[in-house]
């Protein structure tokens, strides 16, 4: 992604320190968080310093190839041991995001045949970097088939972040769109702010303002009513996690979304990478959904007058609050799942 001109990923391996663009500083400040060893790397997965199904598989990933050159014991067993522990930690980190346990999983299977320790500690960059390659050429294509649905002129709603921030690069609903800009197509995107964190409001305008795409934040409850002015053509997601019946698991409101979109006849598409599918998860019943601190809701970030990031609460001293992260869609919401192989329509689940 092009951030002041300059290309980056948002997280990458370099001299076994990871960086990750730290998004909670976001957008009135870029800055690179610098991650140390693999708890370091589970802790910004879990604060959110990266957040996003396939960016924190990369961070996983990266995290287990650290924690593999930590190693400093004297035999493969011992080694083996120190990774699985790793795993299990990093995991722990972010429940629903099936991208997480993917990116681990392959990494630590890979290095796990190695007889020697040595040899695997070398393979385990090797393998972080190959995933997370993999994973920047899987959201290009999602971008290049995408990109066809989108015709000139349209107006696209997106809710949460699912651009390259949530990604290594292109991200997965943005990248249709970024495609369509860079085929000079003539688009408009609404942006959900995305309550409780506000991932639309001030990572996706972010990422688009960077691209110069026309956009506008609207509030969450406003996008029924753009809908039912026939002022949104279509509507792009991405996945947190994909059952095998086709239904989703994705950011808080989307739920809402896909249903208002159904009542105004407006397409409703997911994209998302072939590792956010789980074969565990036969629905949607069976996704875990992250609870996280009532503190998000209750409180909200923001930068004051003179441009000192502050945290205020917005809400009475005596009061709590719920705060599910993700919601599942059904798969009778959705048009069709957009891949990197292929236009996947939900009527064949």
């Known amino acids: 992604m092009f951030i002041n001109n300059k290309n980056y990923r948002t997280v990458w391996m370099q001299d076994n320190y990871v960086y990750l663009i730290n998004q909670q500083l976001l957008p009135h400040k870029f800055e690179i ?13 879990k604060t959110m310093i990266v ?6 598989g990369a961070a996983g990933a990266f995290g287990i190839a650290q924690a593999a050159l930590k190693f400093n014991g004297d035999n493969i067993e ?7 522990k790793a795993a299990n930690i990093l995991k722990s980190t ?40 993999w994973n920047a050429e899987l959201c290009r294509k999602i971008g290049e088939h995408g990109n066809k649905l989108i015709k000139n002129n ?19 609903a943005l990248s249709p769109i970024r495609i369509a800009h860079y085929n000079k197509k003539n688009i408009f995107v609404y942006v959900d702010e995305t309550r409780p964190r506000n991932q639309g409001a001030s990572l996706t305008a972010w990422e688009l303002a960077q691209e110069r795409i026309s956009h506008a934040i609207i509030a969450d409850n406003a996008a029924g009513f753009f809908m039912k002015k026939k002022e949104v053509d279509m509507i792009i997601v991405g996945a947190d996690r994909i059952a095998m019946n086709g239904d989703v698991a994705n950011k808080i409101g989307t739920y809402e979304k896909a249903v208002l979109a159904k009542e105004n ?11 956010t599918f789980d074969i565990n998860s036969k629905t949607g019943e069976d996704i875990p959904i992250e609870e996280r601190s009532e ?43 957009i891949n990197l192989i292929s236009f996947i329509n939900t009527n064949i689940f």
């Open 33 to 45: 968080y610098q991650s140390k060893n693999h708890i370091d790397t589970a802790n910004a997965i």
């Open 51 to 56: 957040r996003g199904a396939p960016a924190i």
């Open 78 to 84: 011992n080694f083996k041991n120190h990774v699985e």
């Open 94 to 133: 972010r429940p629903t995001a099936n991208d997480l346990f993917y990116a681990i999983d392959f990494v630590k299977n890979k290095i796990m045949n190695n007889l020697n320790f040595e040899d695997a500690k070398k393979d385990s960059v090797k393998y972080a970097n190959e995933y997370a390659d």
């Open 154 to 172: 349209q107006n696209i709603l997106t809710h949460c972040n699912a651009g390259a921030l949530a990604c290594v690069d292109f991200g997965t």
């Open 265 to 275: 006849n407006i397409p409703f598409y997911v994209a998302a990478p072939l590792s």
């Open 295 to 337: 503190d998000e809701l209750l409180y909200i970030h923001g930068i004051d007058e003179n441009k000192i990031i502050r945290k205020i609460r917005i809400a009475p001293e005596e009061s709590h609050a719920k705060n599910p992260a993700f919601d599942v869609t059904s798969a009778r919401y959705i048009t069709g799942i």
